[in-house]
């Protein structure tokens, strides 16, 4: 079965504090998403990677960046954390002509 | 632009009630179509999925069936349990080359009461 752990399930940060949320994969999949599940919203793609040090932009990525140094390994970064990025972020990883696996989601407050 | 539509929840059913939550989508195109679910306190699982029209995606007793003439993917099983309980969302993906791209509905949620 694939994997695919995210480092905390919850997360309480101040505004303006600097955010990593990191993500794991065990598959050697290729693509990895960063998404955030707000109610009424479904999931919205932030950022997305098919390759090491490859990123592109999903649906919403202002005040978010991504690191992708290893293939395993996809990182969310909140530059400068404010209260509207409260949230729960999902992240998922997708080998070629497979569907996307989530991992557990991190539930973020920002006080 | 691309989007999924879903019924508004919450749905709540008791043992043994058929179950059908609606899904349309808009595309240009040939999407696949996917359910996912998500059990509380987890992430997201693959329920079934349909790549072509016609196609049935079916798993644990839930089905649904590509249905291009009316843009449709509506989830259905013939007799829910409280286990089923969960938020479900639909998904397409593989839109103007964007293969890897998922577009989510806003899920649903399915509370089955005993």
């Known amino acids: 079965d694939v994997k695919v752990t995210q480092s905390s399930r919850y997360l309480v940060k101040r505004t303006g504090e600097k955010v990593f949320l990191e993500c794991v994969q065990d598959?050697?999949?290729?693509?990895m998403f960063w998404y955030r599940q707000d109610p009424g919203l479904g999931l919205r793609l932030i950022y997305f990677?098919?390759?090491?040090?490859?990123?592109e932009k999903g649906d919403i990525p202002e005040g978010y960046s991504v690191s992708r140094e290893k293939k395993e390994r996809f990182s969310l970064i909140l530059e400068s954390a404010s209260t509207n990025q409260t949230s729960m972020y999902l992240c998922a990883s997708q080998g070629v002509n497979q569907p996307q696996h989530f991992g557990d989601g991190t539930r973020l407050s920002i006080l | 632009g691309d989007s999924v539509t879903q019924m508004e929840g919450p749905v709540t059913l008791s043992e043994e009630a058929f179950l059908t939550i609606n899904c349309t989508y808009t595309a240009t195109g040939y999407p696949s179509l996917f359910w996912y679910v998500q059990y509380p306190g987890e992430g997201l699982q693959l329920l079934l999925k349909?790549?072509?029209?016609?196609d049935k995606g079916s798993n644990k007793g839930f089905e649904a069936t590509y249905r291009k003439e009316t843009t449709s993917f509506h989830l259905e099983k013939g007799s829910v349990q409280v286990s089923d309980s969960a938020v479900y969302f639909c998904a397409l993906s593989g839109i103007r080359g964007a293969t890897n791209k998922l577009i989510f509905g806003t899920g649903t949620l399915l509370a089955v009461q005993p």
């Open positions: 990677s098919y390759d090491v040090k490859m990123k």
């Open positions: 349909a790549t072509k029209a016609d």
């Open positions: 598959m050697d999949h290729e693509n």
